[in-house]
C-alpha cells in the first residue's frame, strides 16, 4: 500500500479551465502509477465523463462523480459497482422545477438544455456534452435571478435535504453530500486507510472542492478561474494554473514527505 493516496478535482485543477490541456501531466501520473499512489478523480462531472477522462489519463483508482454523489468501482474486487450516496437525479430535477414555476424564478440547468446548448455553457465537444447530461445525482443550474431569491431558492431545497454547492462553473443542486464524503468513505471502505497508515492528498480550486481540502492529510489550492483563492490553513497554494500548477505542487508535496 502507497503512503499517499492523491483526490484530485478536474476542471481548473488537473485540466486547464480554459481549453481542459491535460497532456503534459501525463508522464507524472505514470510515475504515480508505478510508485503505487492511486490518483481518484473527484469531480463535479458525470460517471460517464469520468469514465472517458479515466482512460485518457491512463488511470485505475475508483471514479467520484457529482460532488461525491456517486462511486464507481474499477478495478479489483468491487470492478463495475457503484455506491450512490446522493438523491436520484429525477426527484431533483421534479422538485426545481416546481420551484421555478410556482415563485417564477430565472434559472437554467442541464436538464432544460440540448446538447448543442451544453456545449456552447461548457466548451465541450459534442460526445462529451452528451456524457455531461448523463446525470445520476446533480443538476448543474445557472442562476439568472437576483441574490435575495438565490437564497429563497437555497432555503426551500434544505426543505427537501438540498444543498446548493458553488463549482467553478456552475451552481450545483444535490443531496447533502460532498467530496469529503465520497473521499472519506473510500479511505476507510476501501484503501483501510487507518489500518494501513495511509494519507491523503488532495487538490481542487472551486468551493465544491473545499470540505475536501480541509478533511485531506494535505492540500493544494490551485489558482481560480475568477475571484480569490480558496483560504485552506495549511494547505499549499499552487503559482501556476492547470496542468503546471498541478504538476508542481504534487512533486513537491510528495518529495517533502520521502
Request: some cysteine.
Amino acid at each position: 500500500m502507497s503512503k499517499y493516496i492523491i483526490f484530485t478535482d478536474l476542471d481548473g485543477t488537473l485540466l486547464n479551465h480554459h481549453d481542459y490541456a491535460y497532456k503534459a501531466v501525463l508522464p507524472l501520473l505514470k510515475r504515480l502509477e508505478e510508485s503505487g499512489i492511486p490518483v481518484v478523480l473527484n469531480s463535479s462531472k458525470t460517471l460517464s465523463e469520468l469514465e472517458i477522462w479515466q482512460h485518457r489519463l491512463h488511470l485505475n483508482a475508483p471514479l467520484v462523480a457529482e460532488n461525491g454523489g456517486v462511486i464507481l468501482f474499477s478495478e479489483g474486487r468491487l470492478k463495475g459497482q457503484k455506491q450512490r450516496i446522493g438523491k436520484a437525479y429525477d426527484e431533483i430535477r421534479s422538485y426545481i422545477k416546481h420551484l421555478r414555476k410556482r415563485y417564477d424564478w430565472s434559472f437554467e440547468g442541464f436538464g432544460d438544455w440540448t446538447v448543442a446548448e451544453v456545449m456552447n455553457r461548457t466548451s465541450l465537444k459534442s460526445s462529451d456534452a452528451v456524457k455531461a447530461k448523463d446525470r445520476e445525482v446533480s443538476e448543474p443550474i445557472l442562476w439568472l435571478d437576483t441574490p435575495e431569491n438565490l437564497a429563497r431558492f437555497e432555503q426551500c431545497l434544505a426543505e427537501q435535504g438540498l444543498v446548493l454547492k458553488k463549482g467553478g462553473r456552475f451552481y450545483h443542486v444535490m443531496a447533502q453530500h460532498d467530496k469529503a464524503d465520497a473521499m472519506k468513505y473510500l479511505l476507510e471502505h476501501y484503501y483501510d486507510a487507518e489500518q494501513e497508515g495511509v494519507k491523503s492528498l488532495a487538490l481542487g480550486d472551486g468551493e465544491n472542492d473545499l470540505s475536501m481540502l480541509l478533511a485531506a492529510d494535505k492540500a493544494v489550492v490551485m489558482p481560480p478561474a475568477s475571484g480569490e483563492a480558496l483560504e485552506v490553513e495549511g494547505a499549499y497554494y499552487a503559482q501556476s494554473e492547470a496542468p503546471v500548477g498541478w504538476i508542481e505542487s504534487v512533486e513537491r508535496l510528495l518529495s517533502e514527505s520521502v
